[in-house]
């Protein structure tokens, strides 16, 4: 049976999300935005206030939250700043290939550190030549003993700046592309490690973005999240967990666009009357709800099958690049809304679509998504219909079969679906001129 409504627990998290997102957060989204700095108060409060660092399992101490509870919260920080939630969710980015991984000591270790301290964690497969291709990893690990040794630099990473920790992904042969692909977690203040000079953005500005440099890093056995040839399906296994948040935030910021447009139409005067009565603006408005509520059901769909052990790949991908593609035509729209107005600092929609943008590009591009996605409508996903070849309804028979009394066999054209009846096929189609090679018995 199914049920779209969340539990007890869920809606009272979803309030207290809600409570901290419009007290701590959307006063300052606008600060940050414009002095392009994480608020690393709003973060430290969001620790105290236990609404960082939820996914940690009970057994190492956490409260255990699935992705149901991640995708609420998110929606919730989004509408309220984009960047300042992209900080606050990049703990959980971070710590899911620590979680996800084999390594017991390591997990009770740094799992123990990060509830019992303020710590951020970081997440970075990304490189100066190298995004959504996470098989073109460069960043060499080299076999040093029991130890690795780190060269290479990471590129885009949120918090790298500001985090304590990272989980590095790293490749002990570039040519052997996921084959030789691994994971650490590495310490910022280990020797060798740098942070570049914050990257500036776009949108999201609330969150901070950097390089990271790693000279001769030495990184002890004990910190090996995944060795060499199980550090690419370490990295699958985190986006496939992640991406219906990147989903949650788009429908955050979708929301919140939906309803600073739908407030300002009904109190906007122009020609005489609020410009909600016009139906150009009712039609934009009923398509922007549309696009939030179809994109939380995405979201929610792929966050559900990961919480019920359903591999949850697929869903992750079309929640995360209709939910952000959405959110970009409902900020669009709300400006559109806005008129004027609306591309000025004076309002929050400009923010809104600065930020939004990023959301097609992280952890997988649109067209990386569509990539999976056509990959398994074509060569995974079993259809219904049988094969155009063979399908039963055909135009030039009767229904009742007394065209075909006799027996004769039936052969259809693979090109243009001309019927034919007959020993053979005819030399040659009388539709499409194919030749009889054209022709499948059926």
Not at 34 to 56: C, F, M, Q, R
Not at 333 to 341: D, T
Not at 422 to 430: L, R, Y
Request: some cysteine; charged content about 25%; aromatic content about 12%.
């Amino acid at each position: 049976m199914l049920n779209f409504q969340l539990s007890p627990e869920q809606l009272k998290l979803q309030k207290k999300a809600r409570k901290f997102a419009l007290k701590e957060i959307l006063p300052v989204a606008w600060y940050y935005d414009e002095i392009d700095e994480t608020p690393l108060p709003v973060l430290k409060k969001a620790y105290e206030s236990e609404l960082i660092n939820g996914g940690i399992p009970k057994k190492y101490g956490g409260n255990g939250w699935g992705l149901i509870e991640a995708v609420v919260l998110t929606e919730e920080f989004a509408a309220a700043c984009p960047g300042i939630a992209t900080s606050i969710f990049d703990n959980s980015l971070g710590m899911e290939p620590l979680q996800l991984c084999n390594n017991e000591p390591l997990k009770k270790k740094y799992f123990s550190k990060i509830l019992n301290d303020f710590k951020l964690i970081c997440f970075a497969t990304s490189e100066p030549t190298m995004g959504s291709d996470v098989a073109g990893i460069r960043c060499r690990a080299q076999r040093d003993g029991d130890a690795y040794i780190l060269n290479g630099t990471k590129y885009w990473i949120t918090n790298g700046g500001i985090a304590d920790y990272m989980s590095i992904f790293a490749t002990v042969d570039p040519d052997s592309q996921h084959k030789g692909i691994c994971a650490f977690l590495v310490e910022k203040d280990w020797s060798g490690v740098s942070i570049g000079r914050k990257i500036p953005k776009l949108g999201q500005r609330g969150s901070n973005t950097v390089g990271i440099n790693f000279k001769d890093v030495r990184v002890p056995k004990e910190n090996v999240m995944a060795p060499p040839g199980e550090g690419f399906v370490l990295a699958m296994q985190t986006f496939s967990r992640t991406r219906p948040a990147i989903g949650a935030f788009a429908v955050g910021t979708a929301r919140s666009a939906m309803e600073f447009a739908t407030d300002y139409a009904k109190k906007r005067r122009a020609f005489g009357s609020k410009i909600a009565n016009f139906q150009a603006i009712q039609h934009k408005i009923a398509e922007m709800y549309q696009k939030v509520e179809t994109s939380r059901l995405l979201v929610w769909k792929a966050a559900w099958e990961a919480d019920n052990q359903i591999d949850p790949t697929i869903s992750a991908s079309i929640a995360k690049f209709y939910a952000t593609e959405a959110a970009l035509e409902v900020a669009n729209e709300a400006l559109q809304i806005f008129g004027g107005y609306g591309y000025t600092k004076m309002f929050p929609i400009e923010k809104l679509l600065r930020d939004a943008r990023l959301y097609r590009i992280y952890e997988g591009t649109s067209e990386i998504q569509r990539y999976i996605v056509s990959g398994y409508a074509m060569n995974v996903y079993q259809p219904v219909m049988p094969p155009l070849e063979d399908l039963p309804i055909q135009r030039e028979m009767d229904p009742t079969g007394a065209e075909n009394e006799d027996g004769a066999t039936v052969w259809r054209c693979r090109i243009c679906g001309h019927v034919h009846y007959g020993d053979e096929p005819p030399d040659e189609c009388p539709y499409c001129f194919f030749p009889k090679s054209a022709f499948k018995k059926i």
